[in-house]
C-alpha cells in the first residue's frame, strides 16, 4: 500500500500517517519528491485490516490517493518514487544527466598491473576504478584474488590517481573491511541472493551495485534491491551482466530489454557491464554504444594492459588502447539520446 | 575450403581453379571482391583427396592462398567474402551506408486498416511496408491470415504508396504467389529450418529476410542462411527477433549481441524485429536505437492504427504517432555510428 | 465449449446438438468415449453468441453439460476425452497397457548396416523399426539423408523383418512418398510448427508421431498436434525428445515432467526418446528406465551396429547388445508401473 | 593428477608419493579403495615442472598410474574414487543398496504442524524429517521462516520421532546453531555458489546435501561440492531440484538425465527433490518414480498436512495420504533397479 500525500501536506500530516500505518503493524517508508511525499507501508495485514485502513487514511484531508501495491516490491518501485534516484560518489552523481563509465582489470593480481591500467582508464576518461579482490571463481582450484593485500592495492591506486573505487564483497564477515576501501560496493551475479549479505548492506549507506544473478528474472532482481533499501540504504544501483541462456557464442546473453524495462519499473540507475556479459573484447564496443543507447546510466568495463596474460577473464578484457577508442564513439552515442559522457577521470587527471 | 587468388588474376585462371574443384568432387562458388576473387569448394572430401588437392593449387602461380574452413558454412562467411553484402530492394540497397526501416502492421486485416497504417508509415520515413498475410499461430483457432485476400491488399498498398513490400512465405505450395507481390521474402522463426522452403527460395534471386529461429544459436542461424545461398541466391538478410530464455516479463530476449557477432562472422546485412523482441511498445523505442547503436542495418517495426483491436500482436505494436517519435530519434543515433537514416517513404512522399 | 450428453443419448440427439453448433458457426468434433459422448465446439464465436448458445444447450434433457474451455487446444484435450486414446498400428496398439519399443538407426544409410540393425532391434524386442530416409541437418554441408533409395531400404527391412517402420517426413510434396512406406510418420522437433505439414499430416489417417520442438513450451506442443487433430486424424502420438537449455554436458534437457503432464493434460500417447535428448550412449539406459517409470507409452530408440563409423548421431546410439540388456532391464520396471513390455518384434520373430 | 597405487603399496610408499607431490607444491589428498589407493594432487603448476614431476612418479615402482585429470573437480570425481561414496547419517547409510526418503513441510510453521506432518510421513516410512527454520524468500516482504525458534522445534520433533533432521543454512553466521540441531545441512540453491560458506561446512565433518543451482551447469555443481571436499568434509550428497528453462508449467524442469550423469562422473549419492522441480503435486510421484528408475539414492519431498494453507510452497506439497501411497508404489520400482526403499521410520515407528 502506497499514501500519497497532498502537495503541500506538512510534516505534521506526514508523521500522522505513518502512525496509522505502525498502529495497524505496518512499517513506514517515506519518499519525499519535489511536488509530492509518498509512505510506503511495508508488510503484510490480513485483508479486513487493510481494507478498513485503506478507507480510514482516504478521508483525511491531506491524502490524495491510497495506492494497493500488487507487485512483490515496493521501495525499488517507480510507483513509490517518480523522481530517478541519483547516488551520489565523491563529488559527481550517477543516474542524472552524466553516463558514467567504471573500468579496470577483472582482478587485482599485483600493484604494477593495477596502477598502470587506473593511469590508463583515468586518461581515457573512466569515472570509477574497479578491480577485484575477492573473486568468485567456479572452481576451488582458480586464482581466487589477492584479497586483503588486493584491498590495499586498491586503496593506494585511488589515493594516487583519484579516481572512485568499485570492488566486490562475497562474505559478510569481510563487509567492513570491504567497506572500508570501497567507494561503491559490488554484490556479483553468484550474491544476488545472498539475502544475509544484503540486509548488512542495507544497514550502510554505502552505494552499492547489485548485479543480476546469471538466471535471474528482472522481478527478482528487483526484490533483492528491495532487501537492501527495506534495511534503509537508498544508493542501489543496479547492473545488467548477461543471462544465461542456450547461446554458447557469447558468454552470457546481455539482456538489454531489462535495462529498458528496469528504467520503467524503477527509479534506481542503471548500469551494463558488456565485458561478463559477451566474454569477447570485440564485442565489448558495439555493446556498450548499444547499452547507452537503451538508456543505461553507466558502464562497467574489463580493461587489462595484457589480456592475455590475465589471471581471469582475458578474452573479454579491452586493452588500454581499445577503452580509450570505446571512449570517444560513446561520446556522440550519449549525445544523441541527450546525455553526456562525464569524462571524470580525463578531466581531473588534466 | 576456400582458394583466394592473387590479385589481377584472370577469368581463365578462376575457372581453371574451378575446374580443379570440381573435378575433385566439389561444388566451387566465386565471390568478387574488390582487390581479390575467392573460390570457395562446397562439399566434403575424404582428407586424403582434400590435402592432396589443397597442395596441387598451392603450387599454381595465380593462387595466392588456400584457407581450410572449420565453420560449418562457408558462403555466408565473412572468411569468403570480405566486402559486406548490399541486398537491392527497387531503387535502394540495405547493409549500405543507410539505415533501413521496414514497418506495418503484424497481419492484414482488412483494406482500410493496411492502407491507413501504410500511408502513416511512409509519411514517417518508414522505407518498407509490412505485413502478414499467412500467419504461423501457435493455435489452430487463433486467425491464420487473410492468405491470397491478404497479398492482393499488400499489392494494392504498395501500388498507392510506392512502397516495397515484405511479407512471409509458410508453405512451399504458396511460394510463387507470394514471390509475385512481395519485394522481400519474410522467413519466420519457426520456419528457420524448414530446409525445403530454404532450398526453394535459393533458386529464387529474390531478397530473403531470414528471421532467427526462437532457440537457435548464432552458428544454426547462419547455417539456414548458408541452404539458401547454397542453391545461389545471394540477396539474403539476418534478421534478430529475441530468443527464448527464462524471463517472462519480456515476450523474448533480444539478442544484441546476436547482431554485432553477425557483423563480424558474416558478410550479411543484419536487420532487428524489436517488436517481436520485447512484446511490449513501450521497449520497441529503446531497443530500436539501442539495435542501430549495435551495428544494425534496419529495423523491422509492427505498427497499427488501434493496436488494442489488432487481431494480433496488439501488444507490441506502436501507433503512428509512436512509430513517428521513434523515427526522429533514430536519426542522431544513426549519425552518432556515422550512418544516415533513409527515411525513403518520406522523402518519395514528398 | 465442450457439450457432454446424457449417457443413452441417441445418435439423433448427438446430430442435432451437432447441427446446433453448426448454425451458430462453430465446427462440431464428436468424441465416443464408454459411458458417454461429448462433442466439441471449434472455432471462436462473439461472446453473447456463445453465451446464448450455450443457454440453448443446457436446457436440452439430453445434455448433461456444457463446459466452457479455456485451453488453447480442444481436441487434444482430456477435458474433451476422457479416455486414453491407443493407436493402432498393424496388430498391436500403443498407449494401451503395453509400453512398445522403436528401434533402429538415425539415418538408413546402407542396405547392409538397416538389415543387420533390424534384425537385432527385432531380436532383442522391438516393436517398430526406426530409421530415417530423409534427414533435417543444421548444415547443408552435411549428409542429408538417402531420400528415395532410404524409403526403398526401409520398405524392404520392414518386408524381410516384418516391422512396422517409423521414418520421418520433413517435406509436404514428399508426404505421399513417405506414407506409402511407413506405418508411423514422424514429425521432427524442427518441423513441429510446420502448420502446412500438420494439416496436410490431419488429412489422413496414417498414425503420426509429433516430436516436441527444441524449444516448445507444453502448450505450443499439445497446440501443434491440435492442428493433426482438427483435419480429422485421431491417431496422433507426442514425443518428448529433450528441450534446449544452457546444460551443455548432454545434447539436450529431457524433460520428463512434460511426460507426466501429458498424460494428465491429454489422451494421447506419450513416446520418449532418450537418444536425441541426451546425446550420450551411456545415458540412454537409466533415461529409458525413467520415462517408462514416469508414465510413457513406448520408447524411441538410436540402435547402430557401429556407433563409431555413424554418419549421424554415433555418440548417443546403443551397440545392438547394450540395446538388447536394456531391454532387459526394462521389464521389471513395466512390471512395477503396472504395465507389460510389449517385446513383440521378438515374439514374432521366433 | 591423480596418483594410482599399485595393489598392496604400503604405508610409507603412499607417503611417500604425497611427500613428493607436496615438495613439488600440491596438495595431496588420499583415498583409499578397497583394492587400491589413489592420491590426488591439488593445486596448479607450471608445465614443465608438472612434466618432470609426472616422469619421477611413475618410474616408482609402487605406482601404478599417474592420471592427467584436466576435468576441473578432482576430489569429487570418480577418477579418483571408484567406490561410491556411503554417507552414514546416525544408523543408516545414503548410497548404498537403500533408497532414503526425505520429508516434511518446506518452512516450520508451528509446533503442531511439524509434529503432525513427522508423525505422518514417520509412520508412511520415510527416513529423515525435513523443515526450513531459515527460508531463502525471493520477497523481503514473505516469511521469512522461524529462525531460531524454528530450530528448537525440529530439535523437539527429532526427540519425539526418532527421525534425523535436514534443515537449510543461509548465513555462514548461522552454521553453529544449525549443526547443532541438524543430522544433514542443506545449501539451497541459491547459495550453491556461496563459497565462503561452502568452505566452512567443509571445515566440519557434517553431511551436506548440496543443492544444484537453478542455473548450475553439472560441472559447476561438481566444482561446488570440490569446495566442501576440498576443505576436508567426504560427506557430501548433491542433490538435483530442477533447473530454470523457458518452460512454465513446471515450476522447473526436473534434470533426470543430470543425476545419471553426476552417478557417472562422480562417487558422491544423489538425492532428486521433484517438489521444487516440478512445484505441482500431481507430478511429484510419477517423478518420484521416475527419479529411482534413473539411480537416485534417495527423495527429498514436501509433506504439510494442509497444502491449501501452507505458508510457501503448498501447491507442490503432497498430503500425507498421498505420500503414503508414493511410498508404497516406490517399494516396487526400488526393486526393479535392484535396490530396496528403506522405509526407515515405518520400521521404527512399529
Known amino acids: 500500500m502506497i499514501v500519497v500525500m497532498r502537495p503541500g501536506a506538512s510534516e505534521e500530516q506526514i508523521q500522522e500517517v505513518c502512525q496509522r500505518l505502525e498502529a495497524a503493524g505496518y512499517k513506514a ?5 519535489v511536488e509530492r511525499v509518498v509512505v510506503g507501508a511495508i508488510g503484510i495485514l490480513d485483508e479486513p485490516t487493510r481494507q478498513m485502513l485503506m478507507e480510514q487514511l482516504l478521508v483525511l484531508p491531506f491524502v490524495e490517493q491510497v495506492i ?5 516490491y515496493k521501495l525499488v518501485s517507480s510507483d513509490w518514487k517518480k523522481e530517478r534516484t541519483k547516488v551520489a560518489v565523491r563529488d559527481f552523481l550517477i543516474g542524472g544527466d552524466e553516463v558514467i563509465v ?4 577483472c582482478a587485482v593480481e599485483s600493484r604494477e598491473q593495477l596502477l598502470q591500467t587506473a593511469y590508463a582508464v583515468k586518461e581515457a576518461g573512466a569515472d570509477v576504478l574497479r578491480g577485484g579482490a575477492y573473486k568468485p571463481r567456479t572452481s576451488p ?3 581466487q584474488g589477492l584479497g586483503e593485500v588486493g584491498l590495499e592495492l586498491l586503496r593506494e591506486a585511488s589515493e594516487i590517481t583519484g579516481l572512485p573505487i568499485i570492488t566486490e564483497v562475497l562474505d559478510v564477515r569481510d ?3 570491504v567497506i572500508s576501501v570501497a567507494d561503491i560496493i559490488q554484490v556479483g551475479a553468484r550474491s544476488m541472493q545472498n ?5 548488512e548492506l542495507g544497514k550502510t549507506d554505502k552505494p552499492v551495485l547489485l548485479k543480476r544473478g546469471i538466471s535471474a528474472t528482472i522481478e527478482e532482481w528487483l526484490q533483492a534491491a528491495e532487501y537492501i533499501m527495506l534495511e534503509g540504504n537508498i544508493n542501489v544501483m543496479l547492473c545488467e551482466r548477461g543471462i544465461r541462456t542456450f547461446e554458447t557464442y557469447t558468454r552470457n546473453t546481455l539482456d538489454l530489454s531489462a535495462v529498458a524495462a528496469a528504467k520503467e519499473l524503477t527509479h534506481l540507475p542503471i548500469i551494463v557491464d558488456p565485458s561478463h556479459a559477451t566474454g569477447r573484447w570485440s564485442l565489448v564496443t558495439p555493446l556498450s554504444l548499444a547499452a547507452v543507447a537503451a538508456g543505461a546510466d553507466g558502464l562497467l568495463i574489463e580493461v587489462h594492459p595484457e589480456p592475455s596474460k590475465a589471471l581471469s577473464d582475458g578474452p573479454q578484457s579491452l586493452t588500454p588502447e581499445r577503452f580509450a577508442a570505446l571512449m570517444e564513439k ?3 552515442i550519449a549525445e544523441a539520446v541527450e546525455r553526456k559522457l562525464r569524462k571524470g577521470g580525463g578531466v581531473k587527471g588534466a
Chains 1, 2, 3, 4 share one sequence.
Open 330 to 332: 560513446l561520446e556522440p
Open 141 to 143: 582450484h582458480s586464482f
Open 175 to 177: 563487509l567492513e573491511r
Open 102 to 105: 567504471m573500468a579496470g582489470p
Open 195 to 199: 539475502f544475509a549479505l544484503l540486509r
Open 68 to 72: 494497493r501495491v500488487t507487485k512483490p
Open 29 to 33: 517508508a517515506i519518499s519525499r519528491g
